[in-house]
Structure formats: structure tokens, C-alpha cells
């Protein structure tokens, strides 16, 4: 089956800092790919879309400036949040679509655990 | 923004039991999907069903689907531990691309 990897798969940093996760479709192509916040005991929020050779799309409430989302290739989306603060701390999930037949199958990456310090 | 509510947020029942899960969402949907993901976990996809299907079954699950009530549960038979898990449903709200909106989920914890 398709497989969605994120990098790296948790990450501590500073208060400030920015931080860059990466999210790569394996084996198929995916010029959409999703990104979601998840916190404790909550569902998956989703955050933007990306969109390969143009420009994401935020969902309400959800600071562009501060989510850096950039689809450099067919295979590979990032999401830089930048001078993260610990309210940024958080499990941040990327998904990519594979059309089928009668529907998509939406593949997930196993998720970055974020903490900012 | 979440695409509705499941009932209940959460459940605890004993091993061997049968656990039902409901989901409630709001806009009409092409196709609805129920994951699976264990604490701090990824998400691991259980059963996709279409919105002219009404029930769907995959080994101890059992999906429903009443488009109507724009709602769907899903009953996990002879429950084991290590079932415990939290289940989301999730749909395509209609939208006719690729997003995927998440309810709110049910935490379930099977005691052995």
C-alpha cells in the first residue's frame, strides 16, 4: 500500500525558533497533500492544504504566517512553524490523496510530535 | 472546523463485549471513513464506506451508514484489549476534492 513518512517524527526546540517538518508520499504522486494539528485527547483539526506549484489554503483561524507550508515537488510538502511558542506544541499529521476508481484513498503520515520548550 | 460530533466521547467496557460508536455529521458526503489511532500514535484506516452504501463489514466491524440522519456508527464485536484505541470518523464533507474533516472521536478502553 502507499506509504506517507514525515520527518522527523518528534522534535524540541526552543521558544522562538522555527521549526521545519517534512512530508513525503513514497510511492505515488500527490500535488494535494493535507496538513492537521492534533492536541491531547483531541481529534485532528485540519490546519491547510497544499498545493503543489501554488500557494496552501488555510483553514479559518489558522495564521498563514505563522504555518509555512511549501509544496516544492509532486512527492514532498513542509510545514515550517515559525517562532513556535509552547501553545505551538502539539502532533502535527500530513495526509496525501490517491484517487481511485470510486473514491480516495487519504494516506497518513505517522506524525511529529512537537514541544517547544 | 470538524465536521461533527461522536457519541460517546468516551466508553469503557469489558473484555469480549461489543463496543457501538456513533458519528454525527453536517453537510452531505460523498464517502464517510472510521480510523483508528492508539495513544500518540498514526492513524491506521479501518473501513471506508460510500454514501449509497448502508452497512459495511470487515472482520469484527460493522459499519452503518443512514444518510438521512447524516449519521453513521460503527460496533465492534467481541471487543479485546487490545481494541483500546481512540475511533474518529472522518468524511469528505461533500466538497468533491480530497479533504478529509474529522469528528470529534470516541476514546475506548476494553478491560481484560
Known amino acids: 500500500g502507499a506509504v506517507v513518512s514525515q520527518h522527523p517524527s518528534w522534535v524540541i526546540c526552543k521558544s522562538g525558533t522555527s521549526v521545519k517538518i517534512e512530508c513525503r508520499s513514497l510511492d505515488f504522486q500527490a500535488t494535494t497533500m493535507f496538513w492537521y494539528r492534533q492536541f491531547p485527547k483531541q481529534s485532528l483539526m485540519l490546519m491547510a492544504t497544499s498545493n503543489e506549484g501554488s500557494k496552501a489554503t488555510y483553514e479559518q483561524g489558522v495564521e498563514k504566517d505563522k504555518f509555512l507550508i511549501n509544496h516544492a515537488s509532486l512527492t514532498l510538502s513542509t510545514l515550517t512553524v515559525t517562532s513556535a511558542h509552547p501553545e505551538d506544541s502539539s502532533f502535527y499529521i500530513c495526509?496525501?490523496?490517491?484517487?481511485?476508481?470510486?473514491?480516495?484513498?487519504?494516506?497518513f503520515g505517522p506524525g511529529t510530535r512537537l514541544t517547544v520548550l | 472546523s470538524q465536521q461533527g460530533e461522536e457519541d460517546p466521547q468516551a466508553l469503557s467496557i469489558q473484555e469480549g463485549e461489543n463496543a457501538t460508536m456513533n458519528c454525527s455529521y453536517k453537510?452531505?458526503?460523498?464517502?464517510l471513513q472510521w480510523y483508528r489511532q492508539n495513544s500518540g500514535r498514526g492513524l491506521v484506516h479501518l473501513i471506508l464506506i460510500r454514501s449509497n452504501e448502508r452497512e459495511k463489514h470487515s472482520g469484527r466491524l460493522r459499519v452503518t451508514l443512514d444518510t438521512s440522519k447524516k449519521s453513521s456508527s460503527l460496533l465492534i464485536t467481541a471487543s479485546r484489549a487490545a481494541d483500546t484505541a481512540s475511533y474518529f470518523c472522518a468524511t469528505d464533507a461533500g466538497t468533491g476534492g480530497f479533504k478529509t474533516i474529522f469528528g470529534a472521536g470516541t476514546r475506548l478502553f476494553v478491560k481484560a
Open positions: 495526509s496525501a490523496p490517491r484517487p481511485s476508481l470510486i473514491a480516495f484513498e487519504q494516506f
Open positions: 453537510t452531505s458526503i460523498n464517502n
